[in-house]
């Protein structure tokens, strides 16, 4: 019996090591500030895997994102890394240092600086939080989808993915 004794402790620790390390992998891709509103739980795997009609991973976070007060980052790519989606949450202690101090005055310069920077008005999408913006994708870039909430303004850039997609998404990050 002590001859398997040597055996079994290196397997069961080298599982309970793997056990331990897995809920942090699961969570890996997000990254958070203080007083922010977790944009992982905000729109999660299963709400994306329903929302696309594929299944998506999680994707890391550059380390050199900050964590900063009031912002929230997660992102998530298909199988196949080619459609792509990062979805950033910004509550309103993100904006106290800001000239936009209130989310209204946030969504809206967020709306304007992309409606210049694409040259195309945004695209209203009635019925979704207080107010919905899709700005298509322009030649191998990414769409992105302004959502105004009661309590944070959410930006998702997708890369891949159709407006119908997109539109689903922001249906997901506006409840």
Same mark, same amino acid.
């Given at each position: 019996?002590?001859? *398997?004794?040597?055996? +079994?402790?290196?397997? $069961?620790?080298?599982?309970?090591c793997?056990?331990? @390390?897995?809920?942090?992998? +699961? !969570?890996?891709q997000g990254?958070s500030?203080p007083?922010?509103?977790? @944009?992982? =739980?905000?729109?999660?795997?299963?709400e994306?895997?329903? $929302?696309?009609g594929?299944? #998506?991973?999680p994707?890391? !976070?550059p380390?050199?994102?900050?964590a900063t007060?009031?912002v929230s980052?997660?992102m998530w @790519?298909?199988?196949? =890394?080619?459609?792509?989606?990062?979805v950033?949450t910004?509550?309103?202690e993100?904006?106290?240092?800001?000239?936009? %101090?209130t989310?209204? $005055?946030?969504?809206?310069?967020?709306?304007?600086? *992309?409606?210049n920077?694409?040259?195309?008005?945004a695209?209203?999408?009635? =019925?979704?939080?207080?107010?919905?913006?899709?700005?298509?994708a322009?030649?191998?870039l990414?769409s992105?989808?302004? #959502?105004?909430?009661q309590d944070a303004? !959410?930006?998702?850039?997708?890369?891949?993915?159709? %407006?119908?997609?997109?539109?689903?998404?922001?249906?997901? $990050?506006?409840?």
């Amino acid at each position: 019996m002590s001859r *398997h004794v040597p055996r +079994l402790l290196p397997s $069961a620790s080298l599982l309970l090591c793997l056990l331990l @390390a897995m809920p942090a992998a +699961l !969570v890996a891709q997000g990254k958070s500030g203080p007083r922010s509103l977790d @944009a992982c =739980g905000l729109v999660t795997k299963a709400e994306l895997d329903a $929302a696309l009609g594929r299944p #998506v991973q999680p994707r890391q !976070v550059p380390p050199s994102t900050p964590a900063t007060l009031g912002v929230s980052v997660c992102m998530w @790519a298909t199988r196949d =890394g080619r459609r792509t989606l990062s979805v950033t949450t910004y509550t309103p202690e993100a904006l106290e240092r800001t000239q936009t %101090k209130t989310l209204r $005055a946030f969504y809206d310069s967020l709306r304007t600086s *992309h409606a210049n920077n694409t040259g195309r008005p945004a695209q209203v999408l009635p =019925g979704i939080a207080r107010h919905a913006s899709y700005f298509a994708a322009r030649e191998g870039l990414g769409s992105t989808v302004l #959502v105004h909430r009661q309590d944070a303004v !959410v930006v998702i850039n997708l890369t891949g993915l159709t %407006k119908e997609e997109a539109i689903a998404v922001a249906k997901t $990050a506006g409840d």
